[in-house]
């Protein structure tokens, strides 16, 4: 018989999320998927479910909202399925100078991209120690390597999440839980355009398909950092082994670049 197995999935109505999802699914793994765009998510559902053959489960929340997310960890935890995959996923962008931005905005983001992982990990982490398995994985950044100016904020969520990660993989060494913190570069979603990030080429980096089936393999081995695709490497490389202000530099002429065409 197939084991009763879930995985949560945040941001699952598009992009990485919603193909982590078809990933999940076509492993056999029940879905708990959430987002804000609740017909999104059961189209998602509905496809992986006639699919694969899997239960789902669809919760929406806005987890910019301190209240939706208690809800959301409340839901979860009633629900109390075998929880054997944790994706924290969601997330948004905010692109521009932190001085004249809109700090409430930034606060959404730290509460979708910091607080909800953080609470959502906490929520479940001890019934996968108590069962002796499972896997969390945080959907990071080739930018949670360094600082990321015009884009302070989101750079240092993603710097959080790859810490918290490290910290966490060492402290749950040989509970048989992993974390695995995956650092995509640009990848083909909507992820861009809700910034209101301008791009001259249109087509640049991977699809989110491609990033999504890296993901779920390298989770399933339970590899602890995955930056998928070459340059994403070459990147990181630079940025950890570089004097420390070249690669923000770097960025910082190509994001002023793009704010003014934006
Ligand atoms: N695309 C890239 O180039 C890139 C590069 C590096 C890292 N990433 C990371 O990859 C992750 C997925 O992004 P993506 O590229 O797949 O972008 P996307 O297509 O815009 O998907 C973002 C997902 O997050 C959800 N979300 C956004 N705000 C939310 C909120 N307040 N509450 C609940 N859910 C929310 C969205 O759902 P709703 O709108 O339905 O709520 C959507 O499902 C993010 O963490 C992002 O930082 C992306």
């Not at 999320?17 to 879905?31: M, T, V």
């Not at 930034?106 to 991209?113: D, P, S």
């Not at 909507?190 to 209101?196: D, L, N």
Request: charged letters at 20%.
């Amino acid at each position: 018989m197939t084991p009763d197995r879930w995985a949560i999935i945040t941001g699952a109505s598009s992009g990485i999320g919603k193909a982590l999802a078809f990933e999940f699914a076509s492993g056999g793994f029940n879905l708990l998927l959430t987002a804000r765009n609740e017909v999104a998510l059961s189209e998602v559902a509905a496809e992986c479910a006639a699919k694969h053959g899997i239960r789902t489960e669809v919760i929406p929340a806005d987890l910019s909202n301190r209240d939706s997310l208690d809800r959301l960890v409340a839901d979860i935890l009633a629900k109390a399925h075998p929880y054997e995959v944790l994706v924290n996923n969601a997330g948004f962008g905010i692109h521009g100078d932190f001085a004249s931005g809109d700090v409430e905005r930034n606060i959404g983001l730290v509460n979708v991209q910091i607080i909800a992982a953080m609470k959502l990990t906490r929520a479940v982490v001890p019934s996968m120690i108590a069962r002796g398995s499972g896997r969390i994985l945080n959907v990071a950044s080739v930018y949670s390597f360094s600082p990321v100016p015009h884009q302070s904020i989101y750079a240092a969520c993603k710097a959080f999440l790859l810490s918290f990660s490290s910290s966490l993989q060492d402290e749950l060494r040989g509970t048989g839980v992993r974390v695995i913190v995956f650092c995509p570069g640009v990848t083909r979603t909507e992820f861009r355009s809700r910034a209101g990030i301008a791009e001259k080429i249109k087509n640049s980096g991977m699809t989110a398909e491609a990033a999504a089936r890296i993901a779920y393999t390298e989770t399933l081995r339970g590899k602890h950092i995955v930056v998928p695709g070459f340059l994403n490497r070459v990147y990181v490389f630079f940025a950890q082994h570089l004097p420390p202000g070249f690669v923000p530099g770097i960025v910082r002429f190509i994001n002023r670049q793009r704010l003014r065409h934006s």
